[in-house]
């Protein structure tokens, strides 16, 4: 009886994986991302879950040629972000589902980036979904994260009591012009 031969997430056959029309799936911690955790809230109450992937591989059939080389690419996670707004952590569930297509060299893959409007990659025998996934993840953060309505009051700007007193009226500035225009003869 032949044994089915286990994949290796980080050193994945690209080519052999697709064409055999293969998945994999799985959860990796999140603290395995470190380029990830960089852009992630320091010290947040809550520990943030794993992320959770999947990889789906597929050949497809092209007229008069050799067939394409697809992922399919799923992967979640929620991180802690800090608010922009009232500068406590946010919650920010990330999702990433993309298709990849696989280029022979990086010749080709310039080519078929310039071409397409697919993502194209290099194929390899040692291919890293491990990288792919982090990459993915940190392209799926929010630019702005914030609360839709934050939890806790704005603080204040450093100096602002909060009282109801009149604030002075700043001045104008065509004041000034107005006057000159007055001292004017004519």
Do not use: Y
């Not at 999947?54 to 690419?73: D, I, K, M, N």
């Not at 204040?156 to 104008?172: F, I, R, S, V």
Request: charged share 25%; with cysteine; proline share 10%.
């Amino acid at each position: 009886m032949a044994r089915e031969k286990t994949q290796d997430p980080r050193r994945l056959d690209v080519r052999a994986f697709a064409a055999a029309g293969a998945a994999l799936s799985g959860a990796w911690p999140q603290a395995g991302f470190e380029r990830l955790g960089a852009s992630l809230m320091p010290g947040a109450a809550d520990a943030p879950p794993g992320v959770e992937w999947s990889v789906q591989g597929e050949q497809r059939p092209v007229t008069g040629g050799a067939p394409q080389t697809w992922l399919q690419l799923t992967a979640s996670t929620t991180v802690a972000l800090q608010c922009q707004r009232c500068l406590q952590p946010v919650a920010e569930t990330l999702l990433v589902e993309r298709w990849f297509r696989f280029a022979e060299d990086e010749r080709e893959a310039e080519r078929l980036d310039e071409e397409l409007e697919d993502d194209v990659l290099v194929a390899s025998r040692a291919f890293d979904l491990h990288e792919l996934v982090e990459d993915e993840l940190i392209l799926a953060l929010p630019l702005v994260p914030r609360h839709e309505s934050c939890p806790e009051p704005l603080p204040l700007p450093a100096g602002d009591t909060g009282g109801d007193a009149p604030e002075e009226a700043a001045p104008n500035p065509f004041a000034a012009l107005a006057a000159l225009k007055r001292q004017t003869p004519g």
